[in-house]
């Protein structure tokens, strides 16, 4: 009996030790987080127009306080300063290797689905990188394990069946692959459903627009469908793929990085970077500011995107000149 309660006593101690390890680093973590100006990291040595794109002016806000139910407070989360991403060496696009693909999996039915022809437009400005839209799949001819959901009664495609299916196409021109679709998705038996998921590793990712349509709630469609519908989608793109790149969520400012739990936190989400993630995926791709804020500019003009316009033309000014 007492070899029995040594093991019971050395099993307890080594499960509050563990405890007691872990909740010291989370209050270390807590008391030590950077600012988020400390997370953007020095700018003295880069040239006026760098550094003042990475200056958070006055149209970044910081990331507001979680309510219940948010992302933060279901998931607190230590952040990531560029530094972090800097020695973290995550994949990179190379001259070979540079290539975003986009695969349809299922129809995209005009007027109920987003325009495949402007997410590609949109991937290629925001990641300034050669996009390449493939034929879509049907998923007739592919086993992807699938469910009906008890909540909303709609089917759904498990992501890891997408995922493998990504990472069988990838070609040695392919840097990332997003599938992308119109049915709902669920990432394991013990979740309800998943926007978007995108592995930093493996380069590909999968996401769902369903639960972008008011329609798969009941709900009737407003006027401005069509900008809604985009917006939502290009949003859950652009923060997906920026997976890719090795960007984790932001913690730092309102950011198209934050990490989301329902469509009311993804919708009061925007969909520019802040500076601390847009310096981060400078790093990575190299690409010219301006001509990036530019080509942004023109498609939010061209798709009735008017507030992300009107933000692109103040954050250009900025750059260009400090106003």
């Not at 007027?111 to 290629?124: F, N, Q, R």
């Not at 997003?178 to 998943?194: G, H, I, Q, R």
């Not at 530019?294 to 003009?301: Q, W």
């Not at 798709?303 to 009107?310: S, T, V, W």
Request: a positive charge; glycine letters at 8%.
């Amino acid at each position: 009996m007492l070899r029995v309660y040594t093991k019971y006593w050395v099993t307890v101690g080594v499960a509050l030790g563990v405890g007691l390890g872990l909740w010291a680093r989370y209050y270390f973590a807590q008391a030590h987080k950077p600012t988020p100006v400390e997370a953007i990291g020095r700018l003295q040595h880069l040239p006026p127009k760098l550094r003042r794109a990475f200056t958070p002016s006055g149209q970044y806000r910081p990331v507001p306080k979680p309510n219940k139910g948010d992302w933060l407070a279901e998931h607190p989360e230590p952040g990531q300063t560029f530094d972090s991403f800097v020695k973290a060496k995550y994949n990179r696009p190379t001259r070979p290797r540079q290539t975003l693909v986009i695969v349809p999996v299922g129809p995209f039915e005009r007027g109920d689905s987003p325009s495949l022809s402007a997410l590609k437009e949109y991937t290629e400005a925001f990641f300034q990188l050669p996009v390449e839209l493939r034929p879509a799949v049907d998923p007739k001819h592919h086993r992807f394990t699938t469910r009906i959901n008890s909540g909303s009664g709609k089917p759904q495609y498990l992501v890891g069946d997408l995922m493998a299916l990504l990472r069988k196409g990838l070609r040695p021109t392919t840097y990332a692959a997003a599938a992308v679709t119109m049915t709902d998705l669920y990432p394991s038996a013990d979740w309800n459903f998943v926007f978007g998921q995108a592995s930093l590793r493996n380069r590909v990712g999968t996401y769902s627009f369903a639960r972008y349509d008011p329609t798969f709630y009941g709900k009737r469609r407003g006027a401005g469908f069509p900008e809604l519908l985009l917006r939502r989608s290009v949003r859950v793109l652009n923060h997906e793929t920026g997976h890719m790149f090795g960007l984790w969520h932001c913690i730092f400012y309102s950011c198209t990085m934050n990490g989301s739990n329902h469509l009311a936190e993804d919708d009061r989400t925007p969909l520019h970077l802040c500076p601390v993630c847009l310096r981060k995926l400078f790093h990575a791709v190299r690409f010219d500011v301006e001509k990036r804020y530019e080509d942004l500019e023109r498609f939010y003009r061209k798709y009735g995107l008017y507030a992300e316009y009107r933000w692109v033309k103040k954050r250009l000014a900025f750059i260009r000149n400090g106003n």
